[in-house]
């Protein structure tokens, strides 16, 4: 008989820390703001999970028109380092503060544990950034078995890589019975891009973009709006699953679970996008 899920490998904020991703978008909004350029949260969040200083140069490149007209030219890779430079500093005064656990990641790795399944992560932040938010994390209760950052020796999402990295230090094969989990468009290419199911989180994270207070004050209906806004963005980009948040990871762990003993594989929807 197959074995079942061999691993999970989930993203860290919006997915497992940091409900609504909130601390790389207020870092970002700060550097761009101290180069005296606006940027909206809308286009800090597009790029979102992608290696940071990669995100800065999305972002300058999709405002590109609009810097052209307030600077008289096209943004250059040096803008994107000088405004990288005060991301930095900015990122780091407010990453311990985001770095709590979300509802149900402590429990989720925990039944991992006892069932033998390994948990691993990646990321968008690089390793010194991974330090405050690991060490953050474990005094809540959070370890994953492994974390992989980008660098400039791993390229990071939507490329597998770091996947990769994760299956070779666990030790577990084949990457159709690992599944990934994440908040934004580039976790879910990033898994699909691997051969693993790929699964969204649509509430805690990226999409939906709100701190717990703020979707608390939402009114019902309009937060039923725009939760099935961000479930639609995240099937669109080829999420086999989206679930609201880790808290709901469990029940569909089973169903993943038992597709893969009957043979199942992840279907290839929309792989190799970058
Ligand atoms: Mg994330």
């Known amino acids: 008989m197959l074995k079942g899920v061999q691993g999970v490998i989930c993203d860290w904020a919006g997915t497992m820390v940091d409900f609504g991703s909130l601390s790389p978008v207020a870092a970002f909004k700060e550097a761009f703001e101290r180069y005296g350029f606006e940027v909206s949260f809308e286009e800090i969040r597009t790029f979102m999970g992608m290696l940071k200083f990669e995100h800065t140069k999305a972002i300058l490149a999709l405002a590109k028109e609009r810097f052209l007209k307030q600077f008289g030219r096209y943004p250059t890779e040096e803008d994107a380092r000088a405004i990288y430079h005060s991301f930095e500093p900015a990122l780091f005064d407010s990453l311990a503060h985001y770095s709590k656990p979300?509802?149900?990641a402590v429990q989720f790795a925990e039944v991992l544990k006892q069932r033998g399944i390994q948990l691993g992560s990646t990321t968008g932040y690089t390793c010194s950034m991974m330090e405050v938010v690991t060490h953050e994390a474990a005094k809540e209760g959070y370890r994953p078995d492994c974390y992989v950052s980008p660098?400039?020796?791993?390229?990071?999402?939507?490329?597998?890589?770091?996947?990769?990295?994760n299956a070779i230090e666990l030790e577990i094969y084949p990457l159709s019975s690992i599944i990934k989990i994440g908040d934004t468009i580039s976790d879910i290419h990033e898994g699909l891009n691997a051969g693993c199911w790929s699964i969204g989180v649509a509430m805690s994270g990226n999409e939906l973009g709100l701190s717990y207070e703020e979707m608390e004050a939402l009114p019902k209906e309009l937060l039923s709006e725009k939760c099935a806004l961000a479930r639609k963005r995240l099937y669109d980009a080829g999420a086999h699953y989206v679930i609201?948040?880790?808290?709901?990871?469990?029940?569909l762990l089973e169903i993943i679970n038992e597709k893969i003993i009957q043979g199942e594989k992840p279907c290839l929807i929309g792989f190799a996008r970058v």
């Open 151 to 165: 660098s400039a020796y791993l390229p990071g999402r939507p490329h597998p890589f770091m996947i990769y990295k």
């Open 102 to 104: 979300i509802r149900g």
């Open 244 to 251: 609201d948040g880790i808290w709901e990871a469990l029940p």
